[in-house]
């Protein structure tokens, strides 16, 4: 009998189980909305133009393989830091940011959940999201925290439960740790308004818990990398310690190069210095040191003045292209075909995705009659759409309600 005979068959990943299906569909007319991957307006991939200049620029400087140190390219993650704190930040200048890179923003969570998990001086419960990013929740828990979840979504006005996350951070444990997504969250769409930042930051404050940012879509909400840096850079204002996973998957679309950084700001340069040497602790017996190409792209863009102006402006149009969906979709939905219910959630929720309200078996019947996917949580990636299937989503999206 083989060793692995008692190994049981696990569930499908929810999200990746959606790419499965739509491949096996031969209909042409299939559309995917399930992964969170930007298309363009033809629903291809897209490089973004400046990474293909910055790659130009690394091999033009005809670069080694050698080993990277173990917290990654130190021209970079001073970059991450800035890109994320801000160039007047004041915790940067200090030279109190502890940070390392990471293996994309996934990794950058892992080493801060490894990290809590040891040094953390509290109990080591994080508070996510109801609903979160579906990754978090095993990812902690592997991590050896307790996770536990604060209201997050109002199915009723499909937006944003404030009263309900208020009351639950208010309720929970002195010091548990939080976890935020700074913005375009996923998978709602619903970011809490500036005014409703600085009411979590207060409580924060008040119930001394600790804030872990996930920062996955820096620019790829409003298109302002420092718009929609506000919530993290306004609780550092604040005088919080945090903690911060950047990815720069989406806004560099640099998603297989698994570029990120994982970040804590500390006291001063001597805590920083002892903290840095724990988070090499943790890094090292895990993969000892991250990769090198796609930090050598990121660097290559966030340390050159021109090439990071045309890198904001095409961030801006990924994200000026999805808006303009939303736009186009919640017209075709409230407007040309009457669908029934209540569409403005489409116009009024940021990022990649959109929580459309749909239910799992209205999900089932769009893939099965539409041949449009989806998860089951009726969770649709905008940058799926484009001008030429729209209006073949929107028409069976009425016929699913109906
Ligand atoms: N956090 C959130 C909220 C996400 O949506 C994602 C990706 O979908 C990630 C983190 C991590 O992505 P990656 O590891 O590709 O950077």
Known sequence: ???????????????????????????????????????????????????????????????????????GLPEFTK?????????????????????????????????????LARHYPHAK????????????????????????????????????????????????????IVLLHACAHNPTGIDPTQQQWAEISDIVKEKKLFPFFDMAYQGFASGSTSKDAFAVRHFVAEGHQIALAQSFAKNMGLYGERVGAFSLTTADPAEKARVDSQLKIVIRPLYSNPPLHGARIANAILSNGELYSQWESEVKGMADRIISMREKLYNYLQKDLATPGEWGHI??????????????????????KAHVYMTADGRISMAGLNDSNIEHFAQSVDAAVR
Do not use: C
């Not at 915790?91 to 890179?101: L, R």
């Not at 996510?128 to 009723?156: A, C």
């Not at 009024?348 to 309200?357: A, H, L, P, R």
């Open 1 to 71: 009998v083989s060793t692995w005979n008692a190994v049981p068959a696990g569930p499908p990943d929810a999200i990746l189980g959606v790419t499965e299906a739509f491949k096996a569909d031969k209909d042409p007319r299939k559309i995917n909305l399930g992964v969170g991957a930007y298309r363009d307006g033809q629903g291809k991939p897209y490089i973004l133009p400046s990474v293909k200049k910055a790659e130009e620029i690394v091999q033009a400087s005809a670069p080694d393989k050698e080993y990277l140190p173990i917290t």
């Open 79 to 115: 970059n991450a830091a800035l890109l994320a704190y801000g160039a007047d930040s004041a915790v940067i200048k200090q030279g109190a940011v502890s940070i390392t890179q990471s293996i994309s923003g996934t990794g950058a969570l892992r080493i801060g959940g490894e990290f």
């Open 125 to 176: 419960v994080i508070y996510v999201p109801v609903p979160t990013w579906g990754n978090h929740i095993p990812l902690f828990r592997d991590s050896g925290l307790e996770v536990r979840g604060y209201r997050y979504f109002n199915k009723e006005t499909v937006g944003l439960d404030f009263e309900g996350l208020k009351a639950d951070l208010k309720a929970a444990p002195e010091h548990a």
């Open 347 to 368: 116009k009024s929720q940021i990022g990649m995705f959109s929580y459309t309200g749909l239910t799992t078996p209205q999900t089932k019947a769009l893939a099965e």
